[in-house]
């Protein structure tokens, strides 16, 4: 199958001009100012990019895939999410974690809605594990979690510095990121431990001890949530600052704003103006989670669902509200989440790598065509294609 996207403006993120794309199957094959098409030539799909920016599919990367919560008891379980919540979004790579609920949500269900999703058409893996330490793997092993299972690339999200964490110690916390670490280099994977950071004034100060007593490098870990109060975000810019990698959740309500938390495209122009590289911070949705309130006490008081469609929106209100260039803000979405993770054929316009794109209208910088593996999944902000069980 071939599909010739014309005429766009190539950010792959860095911006690259006026270009021609001829996709080839599932990879962009050539990348040219401009592509002739012979006469009496094979059919192919032409698509016409003209006042349309051509970027990498957005990357995803801490996605309840098959839901979560559960918070307020069994009624607030989580739905999972469906493709066009995805596709819609600009979401073309996805990955999978479990969360709070590590005994009705289990690692065989995660990484059979990612090969769901797959089938639908869309890339997504998984992390192993969630918030409990002893981890609960699929294998018993985290690395014949990353060594034998192809979907799987990491370890997360493991809680700390939450009320609804396990308390890890120093030294659970550090055979866990060994384990990682050993898995993901025999396994060609990032093998990170994506750690969600909870509102304790504790911080992040368990993984900076891990680091300084044992071997394991800093970046090692991916820490989440480093937007959720001022004081955690104070210390998630010293934590960058010292050389380790922070991620931004998107999703939010007013009241979590309100009541301090950073708001996600405002925290991006901080860090950036506080020195820190834009290949160290991502955002992620933590789309299909509950967004619980819970008072002094951890009584919940309110539940929310996150959203994927808040990746995007906070991407762009960092461009168009913030001033921060395309060419840096997109990278949190795409080129630094592909680095962290270790997919190299994400996160990039380049020839060879595989033809995940969004079109974005130049004017207002909203989703206007996402193609994924070279499908069109979303066309003139419609999905064209849809899950098995959606409307």
């Given at each position: 199958?071939?599909?010739?996207?014309?005429?766009?403006?190539?950010?792959?993120?860095?911006?690259?001009?006026?270009?021609?794309?001829?996709?080839?199957?599932?990879?962009?094959?050539?990348?040219?100012?401009?592509?002739?098409?012979?006469?009496?030539?094979?059919?192919?799909?032409?698509?016409?990019?003209?006042?349309?920016?051509?970027?990498?599919?957005?990357?995803?990367?801490?996605?309840?895939?098959?839901?979560?919560?559960?918070?307020?008891?069994?009624?607030?379980?989580?739905?999972?999410?469906?493709?066009?919540?995805?596709?819609?979004?600009?979401?073309?790579?996805?990955?999978?974690?479990?969360?709070?609920?590590?005994?009705?949500?289990?690692?065989?269900?995660?990484?059979a809605k990612a090969r769901a999703l797959e089938e639908e058409g869309i890339t997504c893996f998984v992390q192993t594990g969630?918030?409990?330490?002893?981890?609960?793997?699929?294998?018993?092993?985290?690395?014949?979690?990353?060594?034998?299972?192809?979907?799987?690339?990491?370890?997360?999200?493991?809680?700390?510095?939450?009320?609804?964490?396990?308390?890890?110690?120093?030294?659970?916390?550090?055979?866990?990121?060994?384990?990682?670490?050993?898995?993901?280099?025999?396994?060609?994977?990032?093998?990170?431990?994506?750690?969600?950071?909870?509102?304790?004034?504790?911080?992040?100060?368990?993984?900076?001890?891990?680091?300084?007593?044992?071997?394991?490098?800093?970046?090692?870990?991916?820490?989440?949530?480093?937007?959720?109060?001022?004081?955690?975000?104070?210390?998630?810019?010293?934590?960058?600052?010292?050389?380790?990698?922070?991620?931004?959740?998107?999703?939010?309500?007013?009241?979590?704003?309100?009541?301090?938390?950073?708001?996600?495209?405002?925290?991006?122009?901080?860090?950036?103006?506080?020195?820190?590289?834009?290949?160290?911070?991502?955002?992620?949705?933590?789309?299909?989670?509950?967004?619980?309130?819970?008072?002094?006490?951890?009584?919940?008081?309110?539940?929310?669902?996150?959203?994927?469609?808040?990746?995007?929106?906070?991407?762009?209100?960092?461009?168009?509200?913030?001033?921060?260039?395309?060419?840096?803000?997109?990278?949190?979405?795409?080129?630094?989440?592909?680095?962290?993770?270790?997919?190299?054929?994400?996160?990039?316009?380049?020839?060879?790598?595989?033809?995940?794109?969004?079109?974005?209208?130049?004017?207002?910088?909203?989703?206007?065509?996402?193609?994924?593996?070279?499908?069109?999944?979303?066309?003139?902000?419609?999905?064209?294609?849809?899950?098995?069980?959606?409307?």
């Amino acid at each position: 199958m071939l599909t010739l996207i014309r005429n766009g403006e190539i950010y792959a993120p860095e911006y690259l001009g006026k270009k021609d794309l001829l996709l080839v199957n599932d990879k962009v094959g050539f990348i040219e100012d401009h592509i002739n098409l012979p006469d009496r030539f094979v059919d192919i799909k032409v698509v016409d990019a003209s006042g349309k920016y051509v970027v990498p599919g957005f990357i995803d990367s801490h996605v309840h895939i098959m839901g979560g919560g559960g918070e307020g008891s069994f009624k607030t379980r989580t739905p999972e999410i469906q493709l066009s919540q995805a596709t819609l979004s600009g979401i073309t790579t996805l990955i999978g974690v479990i969360g709070t609920d590590g005994t009705t949500r289990t690692m065989p269900s995660l990484i059979a809605k990612a090969r769901a999703l797959e089938e639908e058409g869309i890339t997504c893996f998984v992390q192993t594990g969630s918030y409990q330490v002893p981890l609960k793997t699929l294998t018993g092993k985290i690395e014949d979690d990353l060594i034998l299972v192809d979907r799987i690339i990491g370890v997360g999200e493991v809680a700390i510095a939450d009320h609804r964490s396990s308390q890890p110690t120093v030294n659970e916390l550090a055979k866990i990121a060994s384990a990682a670490r050993v898995g993901g280099m025999l396994s060609g994977k990032s093998g990170i431990v994506n750690i969600h950071v909870g509102d304790s004034r504790n911080h992040l100060k368990l993984i900076e001890e891990v680091v300084e007593t044992t071997d394991v490098p800093l970046k090692q870990f991916y820490p989440t949530h480093i937007n959720r109060n001022p004081h955690l975000f104070e210390a998630g810019i010293e934590y960058a600052l010292n050389g380790g990698y922070v991620d931004f959740t998107t999703s939010t309500i007013p009241q979590f704003l309100e009541e301090g938390e950073v708001k996600c495209s405002v925290g991006l122009k901080r860090m950036l103006d506080a020195g820190v590289s834009i290949d160290q911070i991502t955002f992620t949705s933590d789309g299909q989670a509950s967004l619980p309130h819970f008072d002094e006490n951890g009584e919940l008081i309110g539940l929310k669902i996150g959203m994927v469609s808040s990746l995007y929106k906070e991407v762009k209100d960092a461009i168009k509200d913030e001033g921060i260039p395309p060419e840096i803000a997109l990278k949190v979405i795409t080129s630094t989440p592909a680095k962290i993770l270790k997919l190299t054929n994400k996160g990039y316009v380049k020839e060879g790598a595989d033809a995940d794109l969004v079109l974005l209208d130049k004017e207002s910088f909203d989703i206007d065509t996402v193609l994924a593996k070279g499908k069109i999944m979303v066309e003139s902000g419609k999905a064209i294609v849809k899950g098995t069980f959606e409307a």
